[in-house]
Nanobody
Framework: QVQLVESGGGLVQAGGSLRLSCAAS????????MGWFRQPPGKGREFVAA???????YYADSVKGRFTISRDGAKNTAYLKMNSLKVRDPAVYYC?????????????????WGQGTQVTVSS
């Protein structure tokens, strides 16, 4: 019932910026929390950032001060603005949607996932 499509990934030099988008379709009115996760090559999935419908935001320590999560309710789209990208940041980035939750960093709490978009950082 809910489909999430990420876009905006690509190749960028270290220190550069990208903005990822997550377009939602279906019955999006029932979800409360949207999160961004990433999976580096050969590693597990890790939390990046999250935002709720009351506009509370949460960030992993590794991206605080560099990444910004936001949403556009009229377009049913969420964004992840990534500044000062580092060599450690390359990964497949996924957006996900879930209900209200106590800890937005737990991937198992999310119900719907996008297909992911690749971010590559060159040195």
């Amino acid at each position: 019932q809910v489909q999430l499509v990420e876009s905006g990934g690509g190749l960028v030099q270290a220190g550069g910026s990208l903005r990822l988008s997550c377009a939602a379709s279906g019955r999006t009115g029932s979800w409360y929390t949207m999160g961004w996760f990433r999976q580096p090559p050969g590693k597990g999935r890790e939390f990046v950032a999250a935002i709720t419908w009351i506009r509370s935001t949460y960030y992993a320590d590794s991206v605080k001060g560099r990444f910004t999560i936001s949403r556009d309710g009229a377009k049913n789209t969420a964004y992840l603005k990534m500044n000062s990208l580092k060599v450690r940041d390359p990964a497949v980035y996924y957006c996900a949607v879930g209900p209200a939750m106590r800890n937005t960093s737990y991937a198992d709490e999310y119900k719907y996932w996008g297909q992911g978009t690749q971010v590559t950082v060159s040195s």
